[in-house]
């Protein structure tokens, strides 16, 4: 019989929703039973693509004693955490500063004031390698509780206490300058991994935020050295087994430096975040292999992730259907082979072994090789090559395929859509820049209020309860802010204020300047929480800094300038020390030190040829965080529009910054020049 979870939108707690556990959703009835029963709480968080995840659920959660023992002795509360970033935030900060490390699945006791007293991840369902097994775990909490109350209650409080003294040591609240943003340059330049791309070792996530910025100081300062560490980390993941070389998009990570093993899940915000990286790295250098990354990436988003509605779905799976019924990583993926000989027939299964670097004994588990690219001597026939991808293609698409995530989640939302605006006005893709609009179109209608308060998740068409938080209002203004460049369509620009508006009022201190990653009128936890540094997404602390930069560049709102600046005190901070972990907000300071420059380009008619070229010269200008509006001569849509002529009759463009403009040009050589270095 399904247990309370049957009733959530969330397709990770559905996953769990015919559990012999008697699971409770997160919510005050779940604590306040806590309270009544005299039962610690067991807190089980993780998501829908999570490898390990369903292992823990297939070993100990769908165990019928297992179940039994939980359901005697605690109260059991499934959360998602990206449902609830918020509630998993506050409780990993808790597992770090005890264990030193955490990850999914987390597994945390409570006391029913919800004061966590013992932490873990994932748990065996036998003792092995020095774990106790999950079985030991509930046994020694449950003994704890019972016997030593008073103890458990200490040390809860202490917990507590430690969390409530991690307060960030903010600085100041002046924005970085030159001098700080070499520092991190630098930085980054000791931790580069210079054989094989991209920072640090083994497992090895894409840098997105830092390539973005190292994308903005080389077009700012013209320093050779971050362009080099942009273009090769970029051309490593996308030759690497975690780029998908036959259906386009990236895996969450590579388990080794080389990028060669992938943990095979995908998920929206890697691809809508690289997307757009490639999309800049080929605005940069011209790069054929960023060109077809960013567009493949796109058309992967498109094709896998778009729901019915028009949004895009949280992730795919890591684990599929062999085909013998037995869920395995990366079963739709590898190859080994004999598998490309039945395909492909001898001669052409030798040539896509060499370019694919398909070996016999296999770079990933039993014989099979994850799909890379490496580099060759010899040059490939192109025709061939394209027939031999699209037969194993084919092949491929009829394998059970990864389960997905179908939940819209607004914050990865708004990624995609700059991703897709941007790309597919690059491109000349209208499809792409139609598909960021029909995701616009369904956060506006489903996702917003009368208030203009966003909630940070649906499924399926039904809004989820759960409030936006921080990164949700940041990235989906974000996402407004780009379409408003492509589109001219003053509409987005309007929606994008509302959204900051709350960031201004309701996430922002007013003492300092900082940022709360919730809302001052969010469900109250037992920390409120609080992180400037980027995550697998930018931290919505650096986040809502762009997008407030962006939105003074459009408007001339001085608060949300002042604001903007305000935040970036922190990356001023912290950009020197772990640059690694404040890309964002280091590309947002080279927006700032830039300008940003403002572009509005204005023309007799928006399809007139001339409009065109002009406005398509302004989206390819590197120069950092630059805005561009277009529009009709005389149109009051944008507040950029406002006052700009024609010049002798043609359209022109007029770039401005720090309250000075250049001289209106008609010549689109003339406004390249201006945007670019």
Request: glycine share 10%; hydrophobic share 40%.
């Amino acid at each position: 019989m399904p247990n309370r979870l049957a009733q959530e939108t969330s397709p990770y707690l559905l996953q769990h929703a015919d559990n012999p556990v008697d699971w409770w959703p997160w919510s005050g009835e779940a604590f306040e039973e806590a309270r009544k029963s005299g039962k610690p709480v067991l807190l089980s968080v993780g998501y829908s693509s999570c490898h390990w995840c369903h292992v823990l659920a297939r070993e100990s959660f769908e165990d019928e004693a297992v179940a039994a023992y939980m359901n005697a002795h605690f109260v059991n509360i499934k959360v998602d955490r990206e449902e609830r970033p918020d509630v998993d935030a506050v409780y990993m900060e808790a597992v770090q500063a005890a264990t030193g490390q955490g990850g999914w699945p987390m597994t945390v006791f409570l006391t029913p004031d919800a004061e966590p007293f013992y932490f873990g991840t994932y748990f065996p369902p036998a003792p092995r390698h020095g774990m106790p097994s999950f079985r030991q775990v509930l046994e020694g909490v449950r003994g704890a509780w019972a016997d030593r109350r008073d103890e458990v209650a200490e040390v809860a409080e202490k917990i507590v206490r430690d969390l409530a003294g991690r307060e960030i040591s903010y600085g100041d609240a002046r924005a970085p300058g030159e001098e700080e943003l070499a520092q991190a340059l630098l930085g980054l330049t000791r931790e580069y991994d210079a054989q094989r791309g991209g920072f640090g070792g083994a497992p090895k996530f894409p840098p997105s935020m830092v390539v973005e910025f190292l994308l903005r100081h080389h077009a700012r300062t013209g320093a050779e050295g971050a362009l080099q560490m942009a273009r090769d980390t970029c051309e490593r993941m996308a030759r690497g087994g975690i780029y998908d070389q036959l259906g386009g998009g990236f895996a969450r990570y590579s388990v080794d430096r080389e990028w060669v093993v992938p943990h095979f899940e995908k998920m929206l915000y890697d691809n809508a975040l690289l997307c757009r990286v490639y999309a800049h790295l080929w605005r940069s250098t011209g790069s054929e292999l960023a060109r077809r990354v960013a567009l493949e990436t796109a058309d992967f988003m498109v094709r896998e992730l778009r729901t019915n509605e028009g949004g895009f779905a949280s992730a795919l799976d890591a684990d599929s259907d062999d085909g013998s019924g037995k869920h395995v990583e990366g079963a739709y993926y590898v190859w080994t082979p004999a598998q490309l000989v039945e395909v492909l027939g001898e001669e052409d299964a030798e040539l896509a072994a060499q370019y694919f670097g398909v070996t016999d004994e296999g770079t990933f588990e039993e014989g099979a090789s994850v799909l890379q690219l490496p580099q060759h001597e010899g040059v490939f026939d192109a025709e061939t090559v394209a027939s031999i991808k699209q037969r194993l293609l084919a092949v491929r698409d009829a394998r059970p395929a990864p389960g997905r995530d179908d939940k819209v989640v607004a914050a990865w939302n708004g990624l995609a859509i700059a991703a897709l605006a941007e790309t597919g006005a690059y491109f000349d893709r209208p499809d792409l820049v139609e598909a960021a609009v029909a995701a616009a179109d369904l956060l506006v209608r489903l996702h917003l209020d009368e208030q203009a308060r966003l909630a940070r998740t649906s499924k399926d068409g039904h809004v989820g309860a759960n409030a936006g938080v921080l990164e949700d209002y940041a990235d989906v203004a974000e996402g407004f802010l780009a379409l408003t460049a492509v589109t001219g369509e003053g509409v987005w620009l309007e929606f994008a204020g509302f959204l900051l508006d709350h960031v201004l009022a309701r996430f922002v201190d007013e003492e300092s300047g900082a940022l709360y990653d919730t809302a001052s009128d969010a469900e109250r936890l037992i920390r409120r929480p609080q992180d400037p540094t980027d995550n697998a997404v930018p931290s919505g602390w650096t986040a809502a800094a762009g997008a407030l930069l962006s939105y003074a560049a459009q408007t001339g709102a001085e608060p949300h300038r002042a604001a903007a600046e305000r935040a970036l005190g922190v990356v001023k901070a912290l950009g020197p020390r772990v640059p690694r972990f404040i890309g964002w907000g280091l590309a947002v300071a080279e927006a700032l030190l830039d300008g940003p420059r403002e572009v509005a380009v204005v023309g007799p008619a928006l399809g007139d040829p001339a409009t065109k070229a002009l406005h398509r010269t302004a989206l390819l200008g590197t120069a950092p965080g630059a805005v561009v509006a277009v529009g009709v001569v005389g149109s009051d849509e944008l507040p950029l529009l406002a006052d700009r002529p024609l010049v002798d009759g043609e359209p022109a463009a007029y770039v401005c910054r720090n309250f000075t403009c250049d001289a209106p040009t008609t010549e689109v050589e003339r406004l390249r020049s201006s945007l670019n270095g």
